[in-house]
């Protein structure tokens, strides 16, 4: 079976969205010692605004997160659980674009 490049690289695209997203949590619960969650949009002022960029990619992650502690522990239905994996994936392949482009301006290709 063979993948085309355009799947192969939209594959790649979402891996390093979720891997990016994943990094900046836990680098922001090992710094914060307290884990990130959108919660930190709550507290206003300038707290709220510097939250922002870290909240914009790390939320593939507090997604997927929340929606397992959700299921286990709340029992929440499937099709809710399968319309949070859309959303993080859809998310992640977005956050894993703007890095990839930011990148390759970075290095000049």
Request: charged share 20%.
């Given at each position: 079976m063979t993948i085309s490049p355009a799947a192969f690289d939209s594959l790649r695209t979402l891996c390093i969205g979720f891997a990016l997203s994943g990094l900046l949590a836990s680098a922001f619960e090992l710094f914060a010692a307290r884990r990130?969650?959108?919660?930190?949009?709550?507290?206003?002022g300038i707290l709220a605004?510097?939250?922002?960029?870290?909240l914009a990619f790390s939320a593939p992650f507090i997604i997927l997160r929340n929606?397992?502690?959700?299921?286990?522990?709340?029992g929440r239905p499937v099709p809710f659980i399968m319309l949070a994996t859309m959303i993080a994936c859809g998310w992640s392949l977005l956050s894993g674009r703007l890095a990839l482009n930011l990148a390759a301006m970075i290095a000049g290709v």
């Open positions: 990130a969650s959108f919660n930190l949009l709550q507290r206003g605004v510097a939250a922002l960029p870290l929606t397992v502690r959700g299921r286990r522990i709340e």
